[in-house]
């Protein structure tokens, strides 16, 4: 920055104001990366049901998918890819979760990953660090020596849109996971899924 | 901030797509759009939440930025601004300044009463400026956190380079009062 002739008088807090540079968390670029990858809109875009011809639609998709409803047809089950950050406790922004969640909601299988070859996506080349179905159980006694919980709040994790949304994560962290839950917060509740 | 990092060009929307776009811009001019908004905000997870939401602006908005007009900054700063007057619109802005709120100042001072007193005067500037015009707030974050040259707050904010001259030496005038 040139000094553009600053008075003489303000000439030291001008260089006061220049000394102050504060730097944001070092996460935050690769998780802007992740939110402009997964498409993610700002918040300050005008929404595309703000348009007629888009509300008009959705309008007809609702009474189709209603319809649907009636005779006993259900929408296919969503998979969410995310990645990266650190969902396991090991301080390495390089884990992902792949999500299939239900129409409902529910979380019918989780995976958690860590992303070798930086594809920021679940690929064959990454090393699986815990899989499980729709059910939550805990493989071990959650008192065994040396077990830890990690929680990881909060972001939307699910795709619904608001960041409600927690990971936590059981066992002999970070090699041995035995247990992992989407935890949804509903005021002073915790909802794992 | 590390110099070598700004006054990078603009990359051509149509090469890439919106990930690396918003890994380029962010890598050259995060910092910066960060610290314009640090200097107007308390918190430092606010400002974060409105540097993300800045990029994201950004990237949508990609196919619409000139780089014969603008510099990416400045073209990224003018978006900042307008995030953070929705922001000042739908909030409530605090205004003190704590010292556990600046845990994003890096601090080398050799003793631990010289990192306190650094971050002392800091939060002392941060807090006069909360207390200021929001066009003398804007105008020396845009400077000091924006690291604006002075043609560039004129094409930021869309008057002559003159103007902005005069508002800025009057705005530290007034922060240097109030730090009196």
Known sequence: ?193 | MNPTTRRVAATPVSETGPEQLCAEWYAAHGAAVYNYFRFQLASPDEAEDLTAEAFLRAIRAADRFDPARAAPLTWLLTIARHVLIDHVRSARVRRHVGFDELRDLPVDAPSPEERMLRREAVAEVLDAMAGMRPEDREILSLRFGGELEIPEIAAALGVRAGTVRTRLWRAIERLRERLQ
Do not use: W
């Open chain 1, 1 to 193: 920055m040139s000094r553009d002739h600053v008075p003489a008088d303000l000439d030291a807090l001008d260089r006061q104001l220049r000394a102050v540079q504060f730097e944001p968390r070092a996460s935050l670029g690769s998780e802007l990366e992740g939110r402009a990858r997964r498409g993610e809109r700002a918040l300050g875009d005008v929404s595309p049901l703000q348009s007629f011809a888009v509300r008009s639609a959705l309008a007809l998709v609702s009474v189709a998918a209603a319809a649907a409803l009636v005779v006993g047809v259900t929408p296919p089950p969503h998979r969410i890819d995310v990645c990266c950050d650190d969902l396991v406790g090991n301080k390495s922004a390089t884990d992902g979760m792949v999500l299939s969640l239900d129409p409902r909601g529910r979380v019918t299988s989780l995976l958690l990953y860590e992303d070798l070859d930086g594809s920021r996506s679940r690929t064959a080349a990454d090393r699986v660090h815990f899989v499980r179905g729709s059910e939550l159980a805990l493989a071990v006694p959650a008192h065994e020596d040396g077990h830890t919980t990690f929680v990881k709040c909060c972001d939307d994790l699910d795709g619904e849109g608001p960041a409600d949304d927690g990971l936590m994560v059981m066992g002999h962290l970070p090699e041995q996971i035995h247990f992992a839950a989407l935890i949804r917060y509903e005021g002073k509740r915790q909802v794992l899924r």
